[in-house]
């Protein structure tokens, strides 16, 4: 058997052993196989595979980066007021934190907060 031939034997005795469900000890010991064996073929396609990503993947020298601006996005004009006066018309106090929400504040913003809330609780 060749190198090739090798590489590719024990590249599906390992796949079929690790979808198996069974530990590696298990297959290996109900398919006859060493335990030692398999894991030196194992390091040794591990490290084959490592080599040969190093070699197959080019290092491009220049890379694009593609500016944000956060400012020109949709709906980011969002304000937060002072909610420490008692003038809000919704107020839930949990853990600590304080969460008041007026009636002028957008449905989004309440329905947000809102769902927030129930994944928390």
Aim: charged share 20%; net charge neutral; proline share 2%.
């Amino acid at each position: 058997m060749n190198k090739s031939e090798s590489d590719k034997y024990w590249t599906e005795i390992i796949q079929t052993c690790r979808v198996s469900g069974l530990s590696d000890y298990e297959w290996c010991r109900m398919n006859h196989i060493s335990t030692s064996s398999f894991y030196y073929n194992v390091k040794r396609l591990r490290m084959a595979a490592c080599n040969n990503v190093a070699v197959a993947v080019p290092v491009h020298e220049k890379q694009e980066v593609v500016p944000i601006h956060y400012n020109e996005l949709k709906d980011n004009n969002y304000s937060i007021p002072n909610c420490s006066d008692d003038k809000s018309d919704i107020r839930i106090e949990f853990n600590g934190y304080l969460i008041a929400i007026n009636n002028s504040a957008v449905s989004r913003i309440i329905a947000a907060t809102l769902n927030v809330l129930q994944q928390i609780c």
